[in-house]
């Protein structure tokens, strides 16, 4: 057989559904192998689009998403999804083509070294040089990309090896057994939480991965031991869960900082230091730490652990369980309610009057009135990831998505394609302000070929509206941020879908249940006054 139908075959065996890319020459050969397959070519709009679908997809499903592009530029522009994905711990596989190996050594037209290029931002990648290791390459990028803790790999395909011919067959899948915690280190951990009278759970995107979540409640409700999570970990613990302390990663002195100020033991599960450093949490190096998570912990001034529990954490998870049935330790809950309830009343506090300009904080009731506990919100990355972040009371585990490791602006559209192919009986909406609409609006061409469908929510403040509120804090005023926009609405109806733009309150909130019902591709624009981004940071510091 030809060497690309042995590369399809492979990605058939490792259960690929999907593969997001843009067609180019050198991958020709792929790209009429997958049209005989089972796997569905989406082509898309922009390589970045395809990488964020592949990493979206990933990030749902465990399942290593794929993205695929040519040499050259077509790889170039899948960097920044890649790297998303990579510091995200998200599963997803990147094939690029190449030219001829015979013009490899020398320089000659769209050549780069693809492979040292994608180095710094996979986890591993290759060439592949030899139709013969084909099978090996393929599952070898999906193992790893796969295993906890998940990320990006890459393989590379030139051309005149995709035309050769070759004998060979998939490797199986087999499923990887991670190690169970280490007996001593159990055991140190839960004599420290036992003897602390105010532990207190940091859940990162880790927590939400495998089974982590469902074992983390348990033990919480068991416990009552409060748990605050990260951006990437929302959802691991219920907000509605009287232990729930919202999220970590805005400022200081919110309201969860207090509570984590008061701790006297800190357990972090998943957490991912790329999404919040610890010197935010840990100024003064005195918080007692234990560690839990599939790696060791990254060697950090302010972060030290007393105990590292390198495994699999939903099995820790499940020890510590076991072990608090046998001598159950209930903490008390006093000392952070009053946290809990602070954030409560700051997320009610921003009422939205008939005639009054729409601000972030007071649309989000609206957005998750209409949302059930199972539908998924992707946010991109503005001032709104940080209200969302924040303010947007979370269910389940994979139901609000942040991109918050890379953070890079552009993944919500795309990864709402990516979220709706995944779930397609649940209702997704992608968030996202005016500057990042427009680094990926042109896939929106791509949901509506696909025919499928979700709602599109900008927030437009003509302005890198979080830049602007960062500078304001530091320095008072705004350099380079000002922008100017089309009329989306009239943008979206030129793609052939509808849009909205809402006025009032009223016509927001009948306009959001009708659109987010109805699972019809649309947009709604939604100007946006950010007066108070900066009202946040006054009413924070003066509490």
């Known amino acids: 057989m030809k060497a690309s139908d042995l590369l399809v075959q492979c990605l058939e065996n490792e259960g690929v559904k999907y593969v997001f890319g843009v067609p180019g020459e050198e991958n020709e050969d792929l790209l009429f192998s997958l049209a005989e397959s089972t796997i569905?070519?989406?082509?898309?709009?922009?390589?970045?689009g395809a990488a964020f679908m592949a990493d979206v997809w990933g990030r749902l499903t465990g399942q290593a998403g794929v993205c695929l592009a040519t040499l050259g530029?077509?790889?170039?522009?899948?960097?920044?999804?890649v790297a998303d994905a990579q510091l995200d711990k998200a599963p997803l596989v990147a094939?690029?083509?190449?030219?001829?190996?015979?013009?490899?050594?020398?320089?000659?037209?769209?050549?780069?070294?693809?492979?040292?290029?994608?180095?710094?931002?996979?986890?591993?990648?290759?060439?592949?040089?030899?139709?013969?290791?084909?099978?090996?390459?393929?599952?070898?990028?999906?193992?790893?990309?796969?295993?906890?803790k998940p990320g990006a790999t890459h393989f590379e395909l030139p051309e005149d090896i995709a035309k050769n011919e070759v004998e060979g067959k998939p490797i199986?899948?087999?499923?990887?057994?991670?190690?169970?915690?280490?007996?001593?280190?159990?055991?140190?951990?839960?004599?420290?939480?036992?003897?602390?009278?105010?532990?207190?759970?940091?859940?990162?995107n880790g927590a939400i991965r495998k089974l982590a979540a469902k074992h983390l409640r348990e033990l919480v409700a068991q416990t009552q031991i409060p748990v605050v999570a990260t951006f990437m970990g929302k959802g691991a613990v219920s907000d509605q869960a009287p232990q729930s302390l919202f999220t970590l990663g805005y400022k200081d002195k919110d309201y969860a900082a207090a509570a984590i100020a008061q701790a006297d033991c800190l357990i972090t599960i998943g957490y991912d230091i790329a999404e919040h450093a610890p010197d935010k949490w840990n100024p003064n190096h005195d918080k007692k730490i234990i560690h839990i998570d599939f790696t060791s912990a990254?060697?950090?001034?302010?972060?030290?652990?007393?105990?590292?529990?390198?495994?699999?954490?939903?099995?820790?998870?499940?020890?510590?369980?076991?072990?608090?049935?046998?001598?159950?330790?209930?903490?008390?809950?006093?000392?952070?309610?009053?946290?809990?309830?602070?954030?409560?009343?700051?997320?009610?506090?921003?009422p939205l009057a008939e005639r009054a300009p729409f601000t972030i904080p007071s649309i989000i009731p609206f957005l998750r009135e209409n949302m059930r506990d199972s539908d998924i919100l992707i946010s991109d990355v503005g001032s709104h990831k940080i209200w969302l972040a924040r303010n947007y009371p979370t269910y389940e585990p994979h139901t609000c998505i942040v991109a918050n490791g890379l953070a890079s602006m552009g993944i919500a559209l795309p990864g709402a394609i990516a979220a709706k192919l995944a779930n397609p009986d649940k209702r997704i909406v992608g968030v996202m302000g005016d500057g990042g609409f427009l680094m990926?609006?042109?896939?929106?061409?791509?949901?509506?070929?696909?025919?499928?469908?979700?709602?599109?929510?900008?927030?437009?403040d003509n302005d890198y509206g979080l830049i602007s509120w960062k500078q304001k804090e530091h320095r008072g005023q705004a350099v380079a941020t000002t922008l100017t926009n089309p009329d989306f609405k009239l943008y979206a109806e030129s793609f052939g879908i509808k849009g909205y733009r809402p006025q009032t309150a009223l016509e927001l909130r009948t306009i959001l249940k009708e659109v987010i019902m109805?699972?019809?591709?649309?947009?709604?624009?939604?100007?946006?006054?950010?007066?108070?981004?900066?009202?946040?940071?006054?009413?924070?510091?003066n509490k």
Do not use: C
Request: proline share 5%; no cysteine; aromatic share 8%.
């Open 40 to 48: 569905q070519f989406i082509p898309t709009r922009h390589e970045q």
């Open 73 to 81: 530029p077509g790889a170039t522009n899948l960097i920044t999804g």
């Open 95 to 148: 094939i690029t083509g190449q030219g001829s190996s015979k013009r490899l050594h020398k320089e000659s037209h769209q050549l780069i070294d693809i492979v040292n290029l994608f180095k710094p931002i996979t986890k591993w990648n290759t060439s592949i040089n030899h139709a013969e290791i084909i099978p090996e390459v393929v599952r070898k990028a999906f193992k790893l990309a796969e295993v906890e």
């Open 172 to 204: 199986p899948r087999r499923r990887v057994r991670r190690s169970a915690p280490d007996y001593k280190a159990l055991q140190e951990a839960f004599n420290i939480i036992k003897a602390s009278q105010r532990p207190l759970i940091i859940a990162g």
């Open 298 to 350: 990254e060697v950090y001034n302010f972060y030290q652990p007393a105990v590292e529990l390198v495994n699999d954490i939903s099995a820790t998870l499940w020890e510590l369980n076991r072990m608090f049935i046998k001598e159950p330790a209930s903490f008390p809950t006093d000392w952070y309610q009053s946290s809990r309830q602070a954030m409560l009343n700051d997320i009610e506090s921003y």
């Open 440 to 460: 990926n609006s042109q896939e929106i061409e791509t949901a509506k070929r696909l025919g499928i469908g979700f709602t599109i929510i900008v927030l437009n």
């Open 518 to 541: 109805s699972q019809e591709l649309s947009l709604i624009e939604i100007m946006i006054d950010p007066g108070a981004n900066l009202a946040l940071n006054e009413k924070l510091n």
